[in-house]
């Protein structure tokens, strides 16, 4: 009898949890738009859904150390099967991220520093470390024959940054749709863009796309940036963060146990392979 009121208890609570957090949500969009709107006209580098590369200091950094940050990539890549999907990290995600078809290994997420990816790829972290106002960065893996469907970024107070990495032979038939423009990625090239537009990817090739995505502070007047800032702070400590967080330390933790496991068996197998010559 005890553990039924217990299981009532928990369930109610789950129950009551969602639908704060739904509200929270709805709230919440709300009150983006409106913020969005403000942000806009703060912004220094205008308002439109896809700018010029070259506007960026960051976005040329980053393509200039491209092959660096592929070289680090392909040695992620090679445990690919215990890198997270989407929405193993972030659940408010499952929307756009389903099955096995996006997969993302995080390295900065909304300030917070993953260390033990970030280890794992010593070149990329000091080229991101270097990016003033940095938000968030992650390689994004998206498989063969995947559309993630429309949908809006959180605030209009970042810039997001794709700097490809792989990119399918026929990359034509990859591409992305910011409002009204659609781009194809390019080889060792920063695609930069405001994700507060209604965008949309297709991946529309039998071959696997991966960029480095990140989100860097929008150039804006003092009010904006002010403003930007408490936000920013506030959404830190939101489920919708924490959440992910909390998540993404327990990703982190089972590959490290994968690698390991993958570092002894090939350490077994030259022991072997030794003791037979």
Known sequence: MADAGIATDIGLFEKIRRHRRNFIKKTGKRFIRRLGSFLGKQSKVGDMPVFPTENFEWAVSLENKAHLIRQELLGILKQQGNIPYFHEVSPDQAKISKGKNWQTFVLFGFGYKSEANCLRCPETTRVLESIQNLRTAFFSILGPNYHIPPHKGVTKGVIRGHLALVVPDDHQNCWIRVHDQKVAWRANQCLVFDDTFDHEVHNDTDQQRVVLLIDVDRPMRLWGRV?????????????????????LETQEQKLAAAVARADAFHIDSDKNNGSLN
């Not at 930007?228 to 400590?237: L, V």
């Open 227 to 247: 403003v930007h800032h408490i936000f920013m702070t506030g959404i830190r400590w939101t489920a919708y963060v924490q959440d992910a967080r909390k998540n």
